[in-house]
């Protein structure tokens, strides 16, 4: 399995707080990237980084912001946590240059935002 | 239109059966093409890449058709532990962006 981990597993909070999840992966790829999953919506595209402090917008960015100062490190915040924000979140790692573009993914946060 | 479109099942499989089931794509650009396997509250894992050829890893067996924009996947000798959602993922031109179908579930049954 690829090193990924994402931290907190589990977490609930409020609306209005802020809140920050944390992908960390030891494969040294150069892509990483943020997605959720809902019932009804499958996977969608947060955020995605291709390189340190490199990164763009997925197609549901709205309420989201990322970071990423080392290779190894792909922060993903809610400013302000909404209840539709309310969902897993799964990051996931590519290496491209290989020409291969399967990503791999971590085990998922679980977000309860009441 | 979704870009990546699955029938969400479930299908319902004797232990021991064949099981195929299809996945359309709107992007006639598309170039790089996958099945992933979901378990229930788990993390999506990569089952195999499709080729344009097809491809076979031991009772899966992938194919592509592009005229049609579709792939398929079929699943021989139907095992309980194939129980799982199946997800077709789909890479376009651009970049290393991945397209997600919402995911065909499976139910095999003893």
């Known amino acids: 399995d690829a090193g990924i981990t994402q931290s907190p597993r589990h977490k609930v909070t409020e609306t209005g707080t802020p809140v920050t999840l944390r992908c960390h992966q030891t494969e040294n790829h150069r892509y990483m990237y943020w997605y959720r999953q809902d019932p009804g919506h499958g996977l969608r595209l947060i955020h995605y980084?291709?390189?340190?402090?490199?990164?763009d917008k997925g197609e549901v960015s709205d309420g989201y912001s990322v970071s990423r100062s080392k290779t190894e490190d792909f922060l993903l915040t809610l400013e302000s946590a909404t209840s539709s924000q309310t969902s897993v979140y799964f990051c996931a790692i590519s290496e491209p240059g290989t020409g291969a573009y399967e990503q791999y993914f971590g085990p998922g946060t679980r977000l309860t935002v009441t | 239109r979704k870009e990546v479109e699955q029938d969400p099942g479930p299908f319902n499989v004797p232990e021991g059966a064949t099981v195929a089931f299809n996945c359309t794509y709107s992007n006639s650009a598309s170039q790089s093409f996958f099945w992933y396997r979901q378990d229930c509250r788990k993390e999506p894992k990569l089952l195999m890449s499709?080729?344009?050829s097809g491809n076979e890893d031991g009772r899966f067996t992938a194919q592509l058709n592009r005229a049609s924009q579709y792939i398929s996947l079929l699943i021989r000798d139907s095992k309980l532990s194939d129980s799982a959602t199946y997800l077709c993922?789909?890479?376009?031109?651009?970049?290393?962006?991945?397209?997600f179908g919402g995911g065909t579930r499976v139910l095999v049954k003893p």
């Open positions: 993922v789909v890479n376009e031109a651009a970049g290393n962006k991945l397209t």
């Open positions: 980084s291709y390189g340190v402090k490199d990164t």
């Open positions: 499709v080729y344009s």
